[in-house]
């Protein structure tokens, strides 16, 4: 239910842009035949019934990302704080199965606490929002289907006055009831000509299926009862439905007739349909406006006319559709085969320009050490770009630079310490883009933890681990590439890059672990094991709200259990034979359409 929530509220965004067009039209369309602005409610209707949307490079519907689960659901989920590191333990990690409380909603592991502690059950406010979505459209339907039944009862002795035509004493306005055998329902005791005037005008409802469009229109109010520019299309859509009638009637009469019709149309004041009733109604909409069109009416221009229905065209081609989804460029990495050493402290690579050195009015924190200076001079002079914080330790053959463009080069093949992360997450804000050359060999714990900018991140072929919270809280990081040669993916290590759509492994991948929690609560939409793959951690996906597709062949020998927990849009899972269900991993994905099963365990047990 919250996805068709969030489908619809989508729909509603596009559906509203169509009648906000149709409102700045609607000047335009004063001297053109009405019936062309109601296609144009037409469009804005069928917009926000269909569940899905047609993608089209003439669109020019606004570009924005739709609403997903995560946009509501990141309001419920537990806060995420990072377990304790006792760096002088010899014990290795052990991951320790969650407490679940009583609703079966999983709490991520925290550090330790006193046992008095306990944690509250958040709010599922997308589920909040989605029980009063359907109540509400549930009120509004109940209401028109009661309205109808009144009614109904009110004329059940009416006496049929000619064929599709009744009269009831009941009722003190004429009207059109009914859908497959729609009928005309007059007063007694009108006058004759009142009745010929209105006999017409029904007949032409019922020629242009006009009970059906209003229909169609209550749907749309009812499913986006939210949106008041949903409820002004609907009534400016009720008042055009009138006035096209009105002008195919009077279309041929002359000027006395015209005044004939109009007294007929005060005649039918008497009785106000509201504007959810199921009716259409002889005299239910703006009376003033719909006299003061029949008494000016004339002839529409041929040259006006064939214009606004180019509009109404452009309109249907331009704004029915969205925007053509944009392919992910992939990011290249151009690494230079020159890095600093511990023996020469060769010159940063040309691919980070630098204008200055480090001078003595650099802060402290930035300049390199008095008594171990580096052997030759600093990188060439480029206009524009600037070196803002750099560090050099010659005997554990390990530097960094970053400079004024945001770019962070990392040079070595030591791991790094706090204190090394230290000194560039000062610039934390800075920081856009990480580049890690060749000879580095692991991407150390808590690295780039929490840059909030980070947008590139280019890791060398020579990377063999990627550390536990690496890039954990990355914020705007959407894509990374996994170099063939890392072996080990440790926990935590994405977790939190709340716009990581793709993660891609390199061609020949040697990558054989996933550790717990290593991509949980990212925005990725698939995931393809490499062949390499042997085993994936507690929780490595858990909460992937966009992830729809899981591949897992080749070598995996074991997946532990909740790895792939509240993935709530997967619909597609392949699992490959080596495959041992030690556990359920796919537990809280309630839309899996489609299971390709090789192993030797029912689906069933994986769930």
């Given at each position: 239910?919250?996805?068709?929530?969030?489908?619809?509220?989508?729909?509603?965004?596009?559906?509203?842009?169509?009648?906000?067009?149709?409102?700045?039209?609607?000047?335009?369309?004063?001297?053109?035949?009405?019936?062309?602005?109601?296609?144009?409610?037409?469009?804005?209707?069928?917009?926000?019934?269909?569940?899905?949307?047609?993608?089209?490079?003439?669109?020019?519907?606004?570009?924005?990302?739709?609403?997903?689960?995560?946009?509501?659901?990141?309001?419920?989920?537990?806060?995420?704080?990072?377990?304790?590191?006792?760096?002088?333990?010899?014990?290795?990690?052990?991951?320790?199965?969650?407490?679940?409380?009583?609703?079966?909603?999983?709490?991520i592991p925290e550090s330790p606490a006193p046992e008095s502690?306990?944690?509250?059950?958040?709010?599922?406010?997308?589920?909040?929002?989605?029980?009063?979505?359907?109540?509400?459209?549930?009120?509004?339907?109940?209401?028109?289907?009661?309205?109808?039944?009144?009614?109904?009862?009110?004329?059940?002795?009416?006496?049929?006055?000619?064929?599709?035509?009744?009269?009831?004493?009941?009722?003190?306005?004429?009207?059109?009831?009914?859908?497959?055998?729609?009928?005309?329902?007059?007063?007694?005791?009108?006058?004759?000509?009142?009745?010929?005037?209105?006999?017409?005008?029904?007949?032409?409802?019922?020629?242009?299926?006009?009970?059906?469009?209003?229909?169609?229109?209550?749907?749309?109010?009812?499913?986006?009862?939210?949106?008041?520019?949903?409820?002004?299309?609907?009534?400016?859509?009720?008042?055009?439905?009138?006035?096209?009638?009105?002008?195919?009637?009077?279309?041929?009469?002359?000027?006395?007739?015209?005044?004939?019709?109009?007294?007929?149309?005060?005649?039918?004041?008497?009785?106000?349909?509201?504007?959810?009733?199921?009716?259409?109604?002889?005299?239910?909409?703006?009376?003033?406006?719909?006299?003061?069109?029949?008494?000016?009416?004339?002839?529409?221009?041929?040259?006006?006319?064939?214009?606004?229905?180019?509009?109404?065209?452009?309109?249907?081609?331009?704004?029915?559709?969205?925007?053509?989804?944009?392919?992910?460029?992939?990011?290249?990495?151009?690494?230079?085969?020159?890095?600093?050493?511990?023996?020469?402290?060769?010159?940063?690579?040309?691919?980070?320009?630098?204008t200055t050195a480090p001078s003595t009015t650099a802060p402290?924190?930035?300049?390199?050490?008095?008594?171990?200076?580096?052997?030759?001079?600093?990188?060439?002079?480029?206009?524009?770009?600037?070196?803002?914080?750099?560090?050099?330790?010659?005997?554990?053959?390990?530097?960094?630079?970053?400079?004024?463009?945001?770019?962070?080069?990392?040079?070595?093949?030591?791991?790094?310490?706090?204190?090394?992360?230290?000194?560039?997450?000062?610039?934390?804000?800075?920081?856009?883009?990480?580049?890690?050359?060749?000879?580095?060999?692991?991407?150390?714990?808590?690295?780039?933890?929490?840059?909030?900018?980070?947008?590139?991140?280019?890791?060398?072929?020579?990377?063999?681990?990627?550390?536990?919270?690496?890039?954990?809280?990355?914020?705007?990081?959407?894509?990374?590439?996994?170099?063939?040669?890392?072996?080990?993916?440790?926990?935590?290590?994405?977790?939190?890059?709340?716009?990581?759509?793709?993660?891609?492994?390199?061609?020949?991948?040697?990558?054989?672990?996933?550790?717990?929690?290593?991509?949980?609560?990212?925005?990725?939409?698939?995931?393809?094991?490499?062949?390499?793959?042997?085993?994936?951690?507690?929780?490595?996906?858990?909460?992937?709200?966009?992830?729809?597709?899981?591949?897992?062949?080749?070598?995996?020998?074991?997946?532990?259990?909740?790895?792939?927990?509240?993935?709530?849009?997967?619909?597609?899972?392949?699992?490959?034979?080596?495959?041992?269900?030690?556990?359920?991993?796919?537990?809280?994905?309630?839309?899996?359409?489609?299971?390709?099963?090789?192993?030797?365990?029912?689906?069933?047990?994986?769930?």
């Amino acid at each position: 239910m919250k996805n068709l929530f969030l489908i619809y509220l989508n729909a509603g965004i596009s559906g509203s842009v169509i009648i906000l067009v149709g409102l700045l039209l609607r000047p335009i369309f004063r001297r053109v035949p009405r019936r062309i602005l109601c296609t144009l409610w037409l469009l804005a209707a069928i917009r926000l019934l269909l569940p899905f949307h047609i993608e089209s490079q003439f669109s020019l519907q606004p570009s924005y990302e739709p609403l997903e689960n995560y946009i509501l659901e990141q309001q419920s989920q537990p806060e995420f704080t990072p377990p304790e590191v006792l760096p002088d333990t010899d014990e290795p990690d052990v991951d320790v199965e969650p407490q679940l409380p009583s609703q079966d909603t999983p709490v991520i592991p925290e550090s330790p606490a006193p046992e008095s502690e306990t944690t509250l059950p958040s709010l599922d406010w997308a589920q909040i929002l989605s029980v009063a979505w359907v109540t509400v459209m549930a009120g509004i339907l109940l209401y028109c289907v009661i309205s109808y039944i009144v009614l109904k009862h009110r004329i059940r002795t009416a006496i049929q006055y000619e064929d599709g035509v009744m009269e009831s004493e009941h009722i003190s306005g004429a009207f059109l009831l009914g859908y497959l055998k729609p009928r005309i329902y007059l007063p007694t005791g009108l006058k004759e000509q009142d009745r010929t005037f209105i006999l017409a005008h029904e007949r032409i409802h019922i020629q242009r299926l006009d009970h059906w469009w209003k229909l169609l229109g209550v749907l749309c109010v009812a499913l986006h009862w939210y949106n008041p520019l949903v409820w002004i299309g609907y009534a400016l859509l009720c008042r055009d439905i009138e006035i096209t009638c009105d002008e195919r009637v009077i279309r041929s009469m002359d000027v006395q007739e015209r005044k004939a019709y109009s007294q007929a149309l005060l005649n039918s004041e008497k009785r106000r349909f509201g504007i959810l009733e199921c009716p259409v109604a002889f005299g239910e909409v703006d009376l003033k406006q719909r006299i003061r069109n029949v008494l000016a009416y004339h002839p529409y221009g041929y040259w006006l006319t064939a214009f606004a229905v180019a509009l109404v065209v452009f309109v249907a081609f331009c704004f029915l559709t969205s925007p053509a989804a944009k392919a992910e460029p992939e990011p290249t990495l151009e690494i230079p085969a020159t890095q600093p050493t511990g023996s020469t402290g060769t010159t940063p690579p040309a691919t980070t320009p630098v204008t200055t050195a480090p001078s003595t009015t650099a802060p402290p924190q930035t300049q390199p050490p008095a008594t171990n200076p580096p052997a030759t001079n600093p990188p060439a002079t480029q206009p524009s770009v600037s070196v803002v914080a750099w560090g050099n330790d010659l005997q554990a053959r390990r530097t960094f630079q970053l400079t004024s463009d945001g770019t962070l080069t990392i040079y070595g093949t030591a791991q790094y310490s706090s204190s090394d992360t230290d000194r560039w997450k000062k610039y934390a804000d800075l920081i856009t883009k990480v580049v890690m050359t060749e000879g580095c060999t692991m991407v150390s714990e808590e690295s780039f933890q929490d840059l909030d900018n980070l947008t590139e991140v280019y890791l060398c072929e020579s990377i063999k681990t990627i550390g536990e919270y690496a890039f954990y809280g990355c914020d705007r990081l959407q894509y990374i590439q996994i170099p063939a040669s890392v072996t080990m993916i440790e926990s935590s290590a994405f977790s939190r890059c709340l716009a990581l759509t793709k993660v891609e492994f390199a061609y020949g991948s040697n990558l054989t672990e996933i550790g717990s929690y290593a991509f949980s609560s990212t925005a990725i939409n698939s995931f393809t094991a490499p062949s390499s793959l042997k085993v994936i951690g507690r929780y490595a996906f858990y909460n992937c709200w966009r992830l729809k597709t899981v591949v897992l062949q080749g070598s995996i020998e074991e997946i532990l259990p909740n790895a792939f927990r509240s993935c709530k849009q997967l619909k597609h899972v392949v699992l490959g034979e080596t495959i041992t269900a030690s556990a359920p991993i796919f537990t809280e994905c309630g839309e899996i359409e489609t299971v390709e099963n090789y192993s030797n365990y029912p689906f069933e047990e994986f769930l």
